[in-house]
């Protein structure tokens, strides 16, 4: 690529050719970062040499703001930014501000590039009479804006917040904590100044496209709103010539923003505004009053909400307040009065009047407080000191009504009167109705939603109060303890969230996609505020992580993140639970159909290469980023196969989840190998011998030759099946776990490429031997046949694993039998010697079935007679010292045919070592043996011999 830079630089104009843009595209995404920094780099350097050569490579530039490799994204930030300098005028400037704009929550580097670019770009100051420069600026503004629609200003905002927000008290250069520093928190003169430019000439621009572009308006009063959010001071001056578009006709698609927005910036800069006229007031307290008879529901509460700020702070006219609530109060009593007494049904009284009164009555409770004399009025001509009480009583009437659509809008404000008199949240009438709603299982999402969104409005304003508070206190920091003061207020807060919490959780197992998201979304606020020990809420984050719904899980993953990183130890001490809970909601979302059974599984195909991946791979990804924590976890979840209470269903989805984890050294899946064989090295043999134990006596008991340990033949074992098959079963059963284990090993060891020899050398005490790179390998899908059939046999005979069938066919017996060989032989396989790497690494000392030393049977058949033909392993081992050979005592079967010795001994030996099989002292006597020399080519057996 550098030389290539080379030719370029002497003739730009290489880039035109198509086999030239193939090459560099292909370079684009290279598997290195800096190969596709390097063609990024190339690319930039002389793309600004010519407009054709930005139309020609935009497209493929554009996509790399989003490489996983930050010096590649800053890089293609810093051309794009001198795209838009050289180029102002160039067609796809606001797509590329857009672009830029949504990094700005990326890492710090890439935050503060992004800020960078838009100070110069839109947030310096022009010369006074440079009106085409600030007119260019004003429309690519409204440009970015009406481009971002669609998915949200969130992030113009949070530029806007990055550029104003006030830099936090620091301490003192000692350290001293007592007495911090406060530092300058008003933004440079510069950038006030330059924002003050901009929105002079969006107002003027306002009054410009007045009745001739609604979606440039719409984006103009959008741009003004969001400076009004972040720095009212700057439209002060405007709200006169604001106000009037309150009453704006426009097309009806855009009249509701439009409204919303006009009140916000109103509500936002009347109370800053010194000496306002009376007239100015009383039009807009009209015009409000007006729309909030006539408008829809999101119109009336920007409304209110504005009416709140200047009737409260400003006026004081609180007789224009209580003549619009006796109004609409009067019909709601009214309509409860006619289903009470006039036995009216319910449905007759759903009228538009009805409608706008129930809405608007919880919004006028939301932003005025009832509770106070000057909001009441006189004992007289005022409303009754009992109205908060009156009111409930009312809503909660309808809130029980038969008539679906009347429950949800009274639901709706409920939650907008709870807001500003949150005491009636800890009545237990309300409790219960809300938690009744929130566990019941017939309730359908959307009330669920609707009463988890009163609790998140709730919160959100209970936080915004204390904020204000904060603001407006902190001159008088030194006579007030505004700590005390903002404690009363998260104490409460805290004291209602407790009350609803265990409800709120439960919705994270809800089987709709909006109940979950909106479940989160109140824990999300609930952490953010500090109102419950984050613990409590780990193991719910880790199953919503797995949600198949993209926004739900991401949430529950930043959450995940920010309490690790607080909180260190708090996610790893709640895994086990967590998984629970991820196959709780597994089995919901998996088990959509309810008539066909439905196999859990732990891993999904995502992305665009439709790669595998397991359900828990965030959990993973967070937690391994140290051994202790990632070895923590792998204990914790393989104890899981030796727990009772786990179902073999949870422990097939807990197997997925361990198959495809997204392991980057050697040492994570070695290590969780070592955990699978120091399981199964207790567990297995323990399975096996209790088997072994309830079968009934051999029948040939006298035969030297026999042994329980060594019977494979499934008729023999079949006959020998006690009358009981309790126990049998439960063993059985219980084994399948150690099979499973099995499965996932040679899984494990074909993806990874792990070969024996390196499995069995492994140390966990090793600091540095395993932290080299792993990549997976393309293999088949894990897929344990064996366990997935004894699930299914298991959901369509409705039985549980500590269940049984009160008659075994002979059939199932004989299932059993077939289920124990399996068993067994991945036993045998449990850890076998890797010849070639043993070899080569000690080849002095002598092995049990070294490659280079083998002895064999010769004439089996004619040494045992065929009715006690039965299998047998390794008996006893003689090592020549003196000799380069060792001889390997050992009888064969037709049976184990293909099955190299080497795979029997270790585990033979120490299933004898367990007491699994009784010992033989008379096994080994004459039998002819063929000695085969470590000089011989040949070391395996072959199958003429085990014939």
Not at 103 to 122: H, P, S, Y
Not at 747 to 770: A, N, W
Not at 810 to 817: A, N, P, R, S
Request: glycine share 4%; charged share 25%.
């Amino acid at each position: 690529m550098k030389c290539l830079a080379n030719i370029v630089e002497v003739d730009p104009f290489v880039l035109r050719r198509k086999d030239m843009q193939m090459g560099v595209n292909q370079k684009f995404l290279d598997t290195a970062i800096s190969v596709r920094e390097a063609a990024v780099d190339l690319v930039g350097k002389f793309v600004l040499s010519n407009q054709e050569l930005i139309d020609q490579y935009y497209d493929m530039l554009s996509t790399r703001i989003l490489d996983t490799g930050v010096s590649v994204r800053k890089r293609v930030i810093k051309i794009l930014r001198d795209i838009c300098i050289e180029y102002p005028d160039f067609d796809k400037i606001p797509e590329i501000c857009v672009k830029m704009i949504r990094r700005v929550n990326d890492e710090e580097g890439i935050q503060k590039l992004v800020t960078e670019v838009f100070m110069k770009m839109w947030f310096t100051p022009c010369i006074k009479n440079d009106k085409l420069g600030i007119q260019r600026k004003i429309n690519q503004i409204i440009d970015v804006v009406n481009t971002a629609h669609d998915t949200g200003t969130t992030w113009l905002e949070g530029l806007l917040m990055s550029i104003f927000k006030p830099k936090e008290n620091i301490l003192k250069p000692d350290g001293s904590v007592q007495e911090p520093i406060k530092k300058n928190t008003d933004p440079p003169a510069e950038i006030v100044l330059a924002c003050q430019q901009l929105a002079d000439g969006l107002v003027d621009r306002l009054i410009e496209l007045e009745d001739t572009d609604n979606a440039r308006m719409l984006g103009c009063i959008t741009t003004l709103h969001l400076l009004a959010k972040v720095r009212p001071q700057l439209l002060v001056r405007h709200a006169i010539t604001i106000e009037p578009y309150l009453n704006i006709k426009c097309h009806s698609g855009t009249a509701a923003k439009f409204i919303c927005a006009v009140a916000d910036i109103l509500e936002k800069v009347v109370p800053l505004v010194n000496n306002a006229s009376e007239s100015f007031l009383a039009s807009l307290e009209e015009h409000l009053m007006l729309l909030v008879v006539s408008r829809n529901q999101a119109e009336v509460t920007s409304c209110v909400s504005c009416l709140g700020a200047v009737v409260n702070k400003i006026t004081k006219n609180f007789k224009l307040i209580r003549d619009c609530f006796q109004k609409f109060y009067k019909v709601l009593d009214v309509s409860r009065n006619q289903v009470i007494q006039n036995n009216y049904s319910v449905d007759n009284i759903y009228t538009p009047s009805f409608r706008r009164s129930l809405f608007t009555i919880g919004i006028l409770m939301r932003y005025f407080d009832f509770k106070t004399p000057i909001a009441l009025g006189e004992t007289n001509a005022g409303l009754p000191a009992s109205i908060c009480d009156d009111v409930f009583e009312c809503l909660m009437f309808f809130c029980g009504c038969s008539n679906q659509e009347i429950r949800k809008q009274s639901l709706i404000s409920l939650g907008s009167f709870c807001v500003m008199n949150d005491d009636y949240l800890k009545r237990s009438e309300l409790k219960k109705f809300y938690c009744d709603l929130l566990s019941s299982t017939s309730n359908d999402a959307a009330i669920k939603i609707i009463c988890m969104r009163n609790i998140w409005i709730y919160l959100t304003e209970s936080e915004l109060f204390m904020h204000n508070k904060e603001k407006e206190w902190e001159k008088q920091s030194k006579h007030e303890d505004l700590k005390e003061m903002n404690d009363v207020s998260s104490g409460m807060a805290s004291c209602i969230i407790q009350l609803y919490l265990e409800e709120i959780l439960e919705c994270f197992l809800n089987r709709d996609d909006s109940v979950r998201l909106w479940a989160v979304k109140v824990v999300q606020i609930v952490l953010r505020q500090g109102l419950v020990h984050p613990v409590r809420m780990v193991p719910f984050l880790i199953c919503l992580s797995t949600d198949s719904k993209i926004e739900s899980a991401h949430r529950a993953d930043a959450l995940l993140k920010d309490i690790d990183k607080t909180y260190s130890g708090f996610v790893n001490m709640k895994v086990q639970y967590g998984l629970q809970l991820c196959f709780r909601l597994q089995e919901i979302l998996q088990g959509n159909n309810p008539g066909k059974l439905e196999i859990i599984r732990g891993y999904a195909k995502r992305g665009p290469d439709n790669a595998t991946t397991a359900l828990n791979d965030f959990l993973y990804t967070l937690l391994r980023t140290t051994k202790p924590q990632r070895r923590a976890l792998v204990q914790t979840v393989t104890k899981q196969f030796d727990d009772q209470k786990t179902s073999l269903q949870q422990m097939l989805y807990i197997a997925d989840n361990l198959a495809y984890f997204p392991y980057v050294v050697q040492d994570e899946p070695l290590y969780l190998i070592h955990q699978i064989d120091l399981l199964i090295s207790m567990a297995g043999t323990h399975f096996l011998a209790t088997f072994k134990e309830h079968l009934n006596p051999n029948e040939r008991e006298g035969d030297l030759l026999e042994d329980d340990d060594d019977e494979e033949d499934p008729k023999v074992l079949f006959h020998r099946l006690p009358q009981d098959m309790t126990e049998i079963k439960k063993c059985i059963t219980s084994a399948q776990a150690c099979m499973l284990l099995l499965i996932l090993k040679d899984h494990l060891k074909d993806m990874y490429g792990l070969t024996d020899g390196k499995i069995s050398r492994y140390s966990p005490s090793e600091q540095k031997l395993y932290e080299k790179a792993i990549a997976r390998r393309s293999v088949v899908d894990f897929n344990p046949k064996t366990t997935i059939d004894v699930i299914r046999k298991q959901q369509c005979q409705q039985i549980t694993i500590t269940e049984n069938a009160c008659v075994v066919t002979d059939e199932e017996k004989l299932d059993l039998v077939v289920k124990y060989l399996d068993f067994k032989q991945l036993m045998l396989k449990l850890d076998p010697e890797d010849v070639d790497s043993e070899a080569e690494e000690i080849p002095d000392k002598p092995h049990l079935n070294n490659s280079d030393t083998t002895v064999c049977l010769d004439n089996f058949a004619a040494i045992i007679p065929e009715s006690t033909n039965h299998s047998t392993n390794i008996k006893s081992i003689t090592n020549v010292s003196n000799g380069p050979s060792s001889l390997v005592f050992q009888s064969s079967k037709p049976e184990t045919r293909g099955t190299p010795t080497s795979l029997m001994s270790k585990s033979s030996l120490s299933l004898s070592k367990s007491g699994s099989h009784k010992p033989n002292q008379k096994r080994n006597k004459k039998k002819p043996l063929k000695i085969m020399s470590s000089d011989e080519d040949d070391c395996e057996l072959s199958e003429e011999d085990y014939a």
